[in-house]
């Protein structure tokens, strides 16, 4: 790999729990992260992609309780369907992170020994709450009615002594650190919320559970009668995945270029907990976390006593995997909050898929093979009307940018679906069909042609990232013999790359 400062880029998914089969909330934020990666490869930057599973911990360990296996065998076994589900998604990531990995172990007890060195770890008595569910520890003050604050669900009552991580210590940074980074939270509302919770006080994290209470975590290096807890395990997963303290690795190209895309319900982990873990190796925050909203399911909360968890794979079965893809991030703004429905699914599909873009792609092709053989024609004297859509597709382009750096994967979609709308009227206003008619039109009928297939050209191009086997198709059926892959935004989203003379 060659090094490239400037143009790195780091994206992660949470490392998800292997207690459950993957649904579709894992699969919304796995397709967000696998879109923002291959729009940054497409605009030349060095990315590296992980993801993973979270495989410590009281929950998975009840979990292979419950199905009467050992916790390795279980997560062994859980861990596949994350993987293939994920191949079916068209999931481009370049590494995956399991918990249990050695290479993740060893970083998790450098850094625990680091902070006892550092004499940023101390043992005392620990006396609180504990939701298993949620793998947090509460104090008596934070529960609501006895319940877990965030999830409503019973807690169990601790008293042992444990390890604590200094996390007081670094509040006033840390409030610092939010405010004059703009961006390290997003979006706004979230770093607000965030800003609210610093305002008390900010208490030292438990980091260990003993052994006698619970086996399944990874060895304290400086007291083996304890495990770490599985969210200061778990968060480490970030740095592990780019070789962080081993000797050949990327972790000096890619850290702190690192954008973790998370769901609102973990935010207080990535962006209290985590920045402060850092800040005491000596390492700086990463450059954004951003929080997604929440999906329910036609309006009622997923779960799996309601028995309406949405499985990703039926729902590929069903509408297939470009189409889930584009659903998710087209209905719902990246930051708000969601309802999936099967009707609204079906709507999308009808509308954007088949009736703008299907129709417009099949009707521009099927002219060129009825009226020039198949052979893409070459484009004569341009009129105002054939400017304005390169005009209107320039345009995308521009805003596209910008819409991707702040992930608004729905404006980028909007800003795409300008040039698709744009081909529709084009293709109206021309009328090629009549052209056809008259030998004298033929110069015209192929410049019309030439501009509407540029357009979907680029088209392809800019909707790559979202919608990666839709738009290979495209790409080959335009002629195009350069891989898709291997384009740069560039030099490739300049208009005129549709090469006249090929074959679509
Ligand atoms: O929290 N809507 O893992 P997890 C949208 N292991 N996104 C959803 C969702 C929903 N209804 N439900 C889940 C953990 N998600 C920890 C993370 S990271 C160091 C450790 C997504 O299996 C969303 O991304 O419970 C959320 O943050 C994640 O799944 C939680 O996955």
Sequence with gaps: MSPNFEKSFY??????????VPHIGHAYTTVAADII???????????????????????VEKAAQERGVDPKTHCDQMVV??????????????????????????????????????????????????CIPCE????????EEGKCPDCLRSVNEISEKNYFFRMSHYQSWLIEYIETNERFIFPPSRKNEILGFLRGSLEDLCISRPKKRLRWGIEIPFDPDYVTYVWFDALINYVTGIGYGSEKNPFSQFWPEAIHLIGKDIL??????????????????????????????????????????????????????????????????????????HSAMVHRINSDLANDLGNLFSRALSMVVKYFDGLIPTPSQLQEVDRGLQEVSEKAL?????????????KAL?????????????????????????????????TVLYQTLESLRLTALLLAAFMPSTSEKMWVQLGMEEPLWEQNLKESGKWGGLKPGRKV
């Design 11 to 20: 994206v992660t998914t949470p490392i998800y729990y292997v207690n459950d």
């Design 37 to 59: 990666a291959r729009y940054k490869r497409l605009e030349g930057y060095e990315v590296f992609f992980l993801t993973g599973t979270d495989e410590h911990g009281q929950k």
């Design 81 to 130: 369907r994350f993987q293939s589900l994920w191949k079916r998604l068209n999931i481009s990531n370049n590494d995956f992170i399991r918990t249990t990995e050695i290479r993740h172990k060893k970083v998790v007890q450098k850094i625990l020994q680091d902070l006892y060195d550092r004499g940023e770890i101390y043992q005392e008595n620990y006396d609180g709450w504990y």
């Design 136 to 143: 947090r520890f509460w104090t008596e003050k934070d529960l």
């Design 268 to 341: 207080t982990t990535h962006t209290v907990y985590w920045p402060t873990m850092l800040k005491g190796i000596g390492l700086t925050p990463p450059k954004m976390v951003f929080a997604h909203g929440w999906w329910t399911i036609e309006g009622k909360k997923m779960s799996k006593s309601l028995q309406n968890v949405v499985e990703p794979n039926r729902l590929i079965d069903t509408y297939g995997v470009d189409a889930v893809r584009y659903f998710l991030v087209r209905e719902v703004p990246f930051g708000m909050d969601g309802d999936f429905s």
């Design 398 to 410: 521009l805003q596209l940018s910008k819409q991707m750096n702040d992930l608004a994967f729905h």
């Design 414 to 446: 909007g800003s795409i679906w300008e040039i698709v709308s744009a081909g529709n009227k084009y293709i109206d206003e021309t009328a090629p069909w009549a052209l056809a008619k008259a030998e004298k039109d033929r110069p015209r009928l192929g």
